[in-house]
């Protein structure tokens, strides 16, 4: 079994900062993948980044050149630092890890973008 522990959310002004945390501990034994991804009320879970085993990373559209995935491989740990918030980015924001057999979810950390 394997554990996501999520950290960073909460309220930020637009135009602010936020980062992201979460580190993984179980039975791992290789890891393809760390992302996030994000839930707003009435919508469905979104990609907003991935960091794959190699570096390569993948960004939403919407997030690029305001977000930055980071990964620790030595610590499994991803990272996301979120930068020139608006209130669109408003949800709550999941880790997830994608393992050779199983994908695991992290619990979630709500980041909300209001004035």
């Known amino acids: 079994q394997v554990q996501l522990v999520e950290s960073g959310g909460g309220l930020v002004q637009p135009g602010g900062s936020l980062r992201l945390s979460c580190a993984a501990s179980?039975?791992?034994?290789?890891?393809?993948?760390m992302g996030w991804y994000r839930q707003a009320p009435g919508k469905q879970r979104d990609l907003v980044a991935i960091?794959?085993?190699?570096?390569?990373?993948n960004y939403a559209d919407s997030v690029k050149g305001r977000f930055t995935i980071s990964r620790d491989n030595a610590k499994n740990a991803v990272y996301l630092q979120m930068n020139s918030l608006d209130p669109g980015d408003t949800a709550v924001y999941y880790c997830?890890?994608?393992?050779?057999?199983?994908?695991?979810w992290g619990q979630g950390t709500q980041v909300t973008v209001s004035s």
């Open positions: 997830h890890v994608r393992l050779p057999v199983a994908n695991y």
């Open positions: 960091v794959f085993n190699g570096g390569n990373t």
């Open positions: 179980g039975s791992i034994s290789r890891i393809y993948a």
